[in-house]
Each structure stands twice: as structure tokens, then as C-alpha cells.
């Protein structure tokens, strides 16, 4: 099986840039930037990454993200990850980004910006890699800090799809980014947001109701309130499910636990991704292979969670469709 999902056509739809940045780049950038971090050798920081909740990674994160600094940093950071994409066969990725991670510490919204995107149009002329772009606002923070944001990304509206909704979700109600949500959707960017993965159902009941999302990141404690798991089905909605993400931050406390077999049963369209690979210990290949073996899944379920990837991607409906014929002969030929 492994070798199956390792040749399976997929897209990864959640997916933090800042999340992919593995101990080995975080070195080398740290180094050629004169920035000191706080450990000695790549297995010390493996050994950092146990967390206990969500609050625990991003303490970790933003202090890894700290040593981007120049253009050239952010280019490393996405390259390096699309080329793990290309030898996956994930043949498209819709990739988040976290300006404010960046601008908070006086890096310019264009270097981030410019970098990310310069790694995505080589990827996809080299490495065959198509991508898509997700402006993350940081929930801990203002509405206003993130209107501040929306300003700042006007200038380069037409590479960037979507927004997002990330960072410490509770407390944080998705309510609280209603009129930045607004005045973003009238820029046109399609509105998504974490919900669900720690904050309980009424957080997802605001994140379709008052933002409109079209896609709920991570989105597991939606299975709280049937009535909500009807309307997500209702709305055909889809959920990007990250197991190794869930595990690593005790959402789920074992995979064998996990409900992407309940959400699938439920009529629940869900995909699965890596989240933030580098922290997480796997890559989504690995996220496949594992949910897989935990609970028992048929080729056809992992087939049906490929094909949910193109099918929930922002990709215009004839790319999709290339996509998924692409899976689609690949199955016929595997099953
Ligand atoms: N949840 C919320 N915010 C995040 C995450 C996550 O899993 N990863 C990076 N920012
Ligand atoms: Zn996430």
C-alpha cells in the first residue's frame, strides 16, 4: 500500500509554509543570517517538538519562523517544500502563508510575498508542481491588525486566491474577524478558516454562518452537533483533515481514535494533509500511510480521499478535471 499512495495523484489543501521549515534549512538560514537560535544540533530541535496543545507548537513556530528574514529565505522555504511535493505526486498545493508571523518583526509583506511566490511559478515550470495562495490572518490578533493585512496584500491581490483563519483558536472566536472577512471576500478572496480543531462545534456554526468559508480547516469536533455535520454535508463543504497534526497536538490522542472514518461515514467530504510537516513527523505521503494503517482503510477510501483533494481544491473546474482523470486512470490501472 505504501507504494500506492506514494504514486497516487494528490493535492495538499492545508498546509502551513512556515510549518515545512525542517531543523537542517532552519540551521542553514539561521547561520547565513547571523541569528542565534536556541539549540546546538538538528536532533536537540527534534527533541523540542512534544507538544502538549495547539498553544505549545506555536510558541515553537513563530520562534522557528524568526530567522526568515530576506527574500532569498522565503524562496529556500517553499522550494524546499515543493520539491518534496513533486517526489510525493502531489500535483497541486494550496499553500498558506502568515504575513503577520513576518511584519510583526519588521520583515516587508513583498519580501514575504515575493519569495513565495517566485518558488511556486519555478515549481511549476521544473518541477511540474501547480499552486495556490492562502493569506492566513492570526487570530490572537486584532481585526484591525488584520485589515492592516488585507491593505498591505492589495497590491498583490491577483496571486493570492484565498484567505484564512489560523493561530490560537480559543478565545478567538471566528465572530471576532467578521468585517475583515467582508471587506476581503469584496476583494475578491475566498474566504476559509481553521475551526473545529480546538474551539467546539459553535466555532464551525460561525466560521460557515458569519465568514462563509468554503472550506473548514481541520474541523474534527464538528461531530459534536449533528445538526452542523448535516449542514456541512448540506453545503457540501469539505474538511482538510490533518491526522499526524491532530496526534502531535493531543486533538486526537491516538490514530486508531481519530474520526476520519466517522467523518466519511457521516457523508463528510474530507481530504487529508500535513499541516505543519516539519513539526508534525510526516509529510502528507506519511499522513496517508499512517491513517491508513490505524484504521484499516481500502485502497477505494484512499482513492475517494485523493479525489476529494482535486475536487475541494480552488482550481478552475477544467484543471480539476485533469486532475482527477489523471487519478482516475492511475486507479483504474492499481485498484
Ligand atoms: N492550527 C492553528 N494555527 C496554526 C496551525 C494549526 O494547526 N498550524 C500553523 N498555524
Ligand atoms: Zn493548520
Not at 513556530?61 to 526568515?68: D, E, M, P, R, T
Not at 468559508?213 to 448535516?230: A, F, M, T
Not at 513527523?281 to 482535486?310: C, M, P, R, W
Request: aromatic fraction near 10%.
Amino acid at each position: 500500500m505504501k507504494s500506492f499512495i506514494a504514486q497516487l495523484p494528490k493535492a495538499e489543501l492545508h498546509l502551513h509554509i512556515e510549518g515545512t521549515f525542517e531543523p537542517s534549512l532552519m540551521f542553514e538560514i539561521a547561520n547565513r543570517n547571523n541569528i542565534s537560535i536556541p539549540f546546538n544540533s538538528v536532533e536537540e530541535i527534534e527533541k523540542a517538538y512534544k507538544f502538549d496543545c495547539l498553544q505549545d507548537f506555536l510558541d515553537i513556530y513563530y520562534q522557528g519562523a524568526g530567522v526568515l528574514i530576506h527574500e532569498q529565505d522565503f524562496y529556500d522555504l517553499t522550494y524546499s517544500y515543493l520539491e518534496k511535493c513533486a517526489a510525493q505526486n502531489v500535483r497541486h498545493t494550496e499553500i498558506m502563508f502568515d504575513p503577520q508571523t513576518h511584519t510583526e518583526r519588521g520583515v516587508s509583506f513583498d519580501t514575504v510575498i515575493n519569495g513565495i511566490v517566485r518558488a511556486c511559478e519555478d515549481a511549476k515550470e521544473k518541477l511540474g508542481v501547480s499552486s495556490l495562495l492562502i493569506m492566513s490572518y492570526l487570530r490572537h490578533l486584532s481585526e484591525e491588525a488584520a485589515f492592516e493585512t488585507l491593505k498591505h496584500s492589495l497590491p498583490h491581490k491577483e496571486k493570492i486566491t484565498a484567505i484564512g483563519l489560523d493561530s490560537s483558536e480559543k478565545g478567538n472566536p471566528p465572530s471576532k474577524f467578521k468585517n475583515v472577512f467582508e471587506a476581503s471576500v469584496k476583494e475578491g478572496y475566498i474566504p476559509l478558516a481553521h475551526a473545529g480543531e480546538e474551539g467546539d462545534a459553535d466555532y464551525v456554526w460561525e466560521a460557515i454562518d458569519i465568514l462563509g468559508i468554503k472550506r473548514i480547516d481541520h474541523g474534527n469536533n464538528s461531530l459534536q452537533d449533528d445538526k452542523l455535520v448535516e449542514e456541512i454535508v448540506k453545503r457540501d463543504l469539505a474538511l482538510t483533515v490533518c491526522p499526524l497534526s491532530n496526534t502531535a497536538l493531543q486533538v486526537v490522542k491516538d490514530l486508531k481514535e481519530h474520526p476520519l472514518k466517522i467523518m466519511m461515514d457521516k457523508g463528510l467530504n474530507v481530504t487529508i494533509n500535513s499541516d505543519d510537516p516539519a513539526y508534525f513527523g510526516g509529510q502528507v505521503n506519511k499522513n496517508y500511510e499512517e491513517i491508513h494503517e490505524a484504521l484499516d482503510l481500502t485502497k477505494e477510501d484512499l482513492y475517494k480521499l485523493a479525489k476529494n483533494s482535486f475536487k475541494y481544491s480552488l482550481l478552475d473546474e477544467e484543471t480539476k478535471q485533469k486532475y482527477i482523470d489523471e487519478l482516475e486512470s492511475f486507479y483504474k490501472e492499481n485498484k
